[in-house]
């Protein structure tokens, strides 16, 4: 599900977090998680979050402060395996280690308004950096060309 941000296995664990999950869990995974996704939310609800919020899962992933050290490190590396190589990772010099979720909605209400983010650490010794860029419009490639264009922008810049 993590390394090639499968949808399907997203939906087989939320459906089993759903029968499995007291509404009172679910409530404080949710509270914890900053309200990423609403308590209240139904499968098939719109939500829209934020290069912020979705920037705050790595930071709290990056400092291991929601899980332990030891787990924080597993999603990370678990997330630097990521198959996805069109976005952050294009921008930055080859072998440089980003552990990064790219996340796409291509779905049919969405044709019009297509959505491409790409948001991760960028382990750029010695000063790692947080970096996420969502995008809105009809052309995926065009998304493609701006997330990895600001990655490379991001990057020079801070080795000026």
Not at 31 to 59: C, H, K, W
Not at 124 to 130: M, R
């Amino acid at each position: 599900m993590i390394v090639h941000s499968d949808n399907v296995s997203r939906g087989i664990l939320s459906d089993y977090l759903e029968t499995r999950v007291t509404p009172e869990t679910h409530n404080r995974l949710a509270e914890e998680s900053m309200t990423l996704i609403p308590a209240n939310y139904e499968q098939g609800d719109e939500y829209e979050i934020t290069p912020i919020d979705y920037a705050s899962v790595f930071r709290i992933l990056y400092n291991a402060t929601y899980l332990s050290e030891a787990m924080s490190e597993r999603a990370l590396a678990l997330l630097a395996e990521s198959s996805y190589d069109s976005g952050i990772v294009n921008g930055v010099p080859e072998g440089t280690v980003t552990a990064n979720k790219f996340g796409i909605d291509d779905t049919e209400q969405a044709q019009q308004r297509l959505q491409l983010h790409d948001c991760g650490v960028v382990y750029d010794e010695p000063n790692p950096y947080i970096l996420c860029v969502m995008t809105k419009t009809a052309d995926v490639l065009a998304a493609q060309v701006a997330i990895s264009s600001v990655s490379q922008i991001i990057y020079e810049t801070l080795h000026q």
